[in-house]
């Protein structure tokens, strides 16, 4: 017979997939609405970011029932622990989805330099660090949410030289200067999605090897004996 | 885990016979002093038959056959020389169900002192408020001494079992469920209890509950079908265990 327990943790797991799919999923017709110059997509993403928000709440909801009525430890603490993290992390990963789609429906067009900029690169880096994050979370794959945290330094410098360039082009062309800031703008959006992809990375990574990886990759240990000493001098 | 500084209780190979069945197998574990030390594990798994061993209570237990040391303060308590008397007033215990003896509360926590000597009343009624100080029943007793103890609450008759087992001053105590018969209440106040008293005594304490174990021990170690599975610091144990049988324990997958 499945504990209880057991039956809630499938039920957290089970919502945070959905969700997972859901967020990948806007991130994916966010760009294109941009890349397409479709509207009605862009249009999509906006009005479908009140199911994300409504997972969101659902899923921290199971959370605490969790913790509220059992005593997870060990794995199970991990997994709930970076559930919360996770799911938030997703949660803003959507609202970047937003905004880029925002962002578009506004320009109405694709700007016209966008192919002299690094948007594209951008764009194929952030949805594959997004996807490989989700997917390292489904699969339990710590070697993948390592390949998520090593991406990150490539978007960062990609997102660098976007800037350079975009200042570039509204040095050349103050005409541009609306269309160049807007993508400046949704550069620096698919820059945090890619942060927050890395932070899911890490989340994974605590869960499959109970091992912290924060602040560039700083392995600290759960059982540092340094925290001990610590404690007992105060 | 790394080795312990400042072992108070060590066992080498230790194995423990009940007539033909063997209820111990190979236990070699080193208890810290001034710390709490949980046994954990299912039932029958040979938690409270290892607690036993260290002030030698299974020898009241007839077919039991050891093989193995147990070391207290590096001395052989196996020792045909040892004196057992005395091992058990250095090595305390207290049971899951109160045992009081049909005295007042006084005579219960005196009664130990009295057989070790100690005639004068000043010098008892200072080892009784002491006692019943260090096992924070003091103020809940302090006006009803001489009634008997047994008319104490469950919770209260267990602390009077711990200040009458601190009467003798031990270095070592023992403790086999000693919150499993008591309310929340008393349960939250033993564990309190057992977290001063490690200032000043070695505790070794077998509880059926994890969450108690997690929090009042220092160190775990989980047992399994008589054998030591895996001992390290409580919050390691509770957060990353090394051996998957530890982890499907702690977190309930069986047991």
């Not at chain 1, 989340?203 to 600290?220: G, M, N, R, S, T």
Request: aromatic share 6%; with cysteine.
């Amino acid at each position: 017979m499945e504990r209880l327990f057991d039956i809630q943790i499938e039920k957290l797991k089970t919502r945070l997939i959905k969700m997972c799919s859901l967020v990948d999923e806007q991130v994916d017709f966010a760009i294109k609405a941009m890349e397409e110059e479709d509207a009605d997509l862009a249009q999509v993403v906006v009005d479908r970011d009140k199911k994300v928000d409504k997972y969101d709440v659902k899923i921290e909801k199971v959370c605490q029932k969790i913790f509220a009525l059992n005593q997870p430890v060990a794995m199970d603490l991990r997994l709930i622990m970076s559930s919360l993290t996770i799911n938030n992390n997703l949660e803003r990963i959507g609202d970047i989805a937003v905004n880029i789609a925002e962002a578009f429906l506004i320009l109405k067009k694709k700007p016209s330099f966008i192919d002299k900029t690094k948007f594209s690169e951008m764009a194929k880096v952030a949805k594959e660090m997004v996807k490989d994050s989700i997917d390292a979370f489904i699969e339990n794959d710590a070697k993948l949410a390592q390949k998520v945290l090593k991406t990150d330094d490539i978007l960062d410098e990609l997102n660098s030289e976007n800037h350079k360039i975009l200042i570039e082009l509204m040095k050349a062309d103050p005409a541009v200067i609306e269309e160049a800031v807007s993508l400046l703008v949704t550069s620096r959006q698919m820059e945090r999605m890619g942060d927050h992809a890395t932070n899911i990375a890490e989340d994974v990574y605590f869960i499959v090897e109970a091992q912290l990886i924060k602040h560039k990759y700083e392995k600290i240990m759960l059982d540092d004996d340094n925290d001990d000493d610590a404690e007992t001098e105060n | 885990m790394k080795e312990i500084k400042d072992c108070k209780i060590k066992t080498e190979n230790l194995s423990l016979f009940y007539g033909p069945k063997q209820a111990l197998n190979n236990i070699s574990l080193e208890v810290p002093s001034q710390k709490v030390t949980a046994l954990i594990g299912p039932s029958g798994c040979g938690k409270s038959t290892f607690l036993r061993t260290l002030n030698r209570m299974n020898d009241l237990i007839d077919k039991v056959k050891i093989t193995g040391k147990v070391y207290v303060d590096n001395q052989d308590i196996y020792d045909k020389k040892l004196d057992v008397v005395d091992l058990r007033r250095r090595v305390g215990m207290v049971f899951q169900k109160p045992n009081l003896f049909p005295m007042s509360t006084y005579d219960n926590v005196i009664y130990g002192t009295r057989l070790n000597g100690i005639r004068n009343r000043k010098k008892q009624d200072e080892i009784v408020e002491k006692s019943l100080n260090q096992a924070a029943l003091w103020d809940e007793v302090k006006d009803r001494l001489h009634e008997p103890g047994l008319g104490l609450s469950g919770g209260q008759q267990q602390r009077l079992c711990i200040a009458r087992t601190l009467a003798v001053e031990p270095e070592i105590v023992l403790m086999d469920e000693p919150a499993s018969a008591l309310d929340p209440i008393s349960t939250a106040k033993i564990e309190e209890l057992i977290h001063d008293l490690k200032k000043l005594y070695t505790i070794v304490i077998v509880t059926h509950n994890m969450q108690q174990a997690a929090r009042v021990s220092d160190l775990t170690a989980f047992f399994y079908l008589g054998e030591l599975i895996e001992f390290d610091k409580t919050k390691k144990i509770f957060t990353k265990p090394k051996i998957k049988q530890t982890e499907d324990y702690v977190t309930g997958r069986f047991g």
